[in-house]
């Protein structure tokens, strides 16, 4: 029904900054909170930066003042700008949307496939 891509991850030396971006497709009424999450191996799945549907966010202590995120409702878009980047950055990311498939249902909790964001020298 809703699908969620990625993009924007790869390989970066430590103080750099990467993008990432998540765009949303398919059955779509609406969108709440839109927001990233990262897992690092052998680590749980946790969060990173949200952002309301009235653009309040909230973000992880680890990355406050280093990542920013915004949307872009007119293309389903949420991103993640992230700078001052370090190794323990290191992980997948995976974005996250709350959906409203139909004014009928209940808004739904829906992920991306994950990118892989690596921080080294």
Do not use: H
Request: charged fraction near 15%; proline fraction near 3%.
């Amino acid at each position: 029904q809703v699908q969620l891509v990625e993009s924007g991850g790869g390989l970066v030396q430590p103080g750099g900054s990467l993008r990432l971006s998540c765009a949303a497709s398919g059955r779509i009424f609406s969108i709440y909170t839109m927001g990233w999450y990262r897992q690092a191996p052998g680590k749980q799945r946790e969060l990173v930066a949200v952002i309301t549907s009235g653009d309040v966010t909230n973000y992880a202590d680890s990355v406050k003042g280093r990542f920013t995120i915004s949307r872009d409702n007119a293309k389903n878009t949420v991103y993640l700008q992230m700078n001052s980047l370090k190794p323990e950055d290191t992980a997948v990311y995976y974005c996250n949307a709350a959906v409203r498939v139909s004014v009928d249902y209940r808004p739904s909790e829906f992920w991306g496939q994950g990118t892989q964001v690596t921080v080294s020298s």
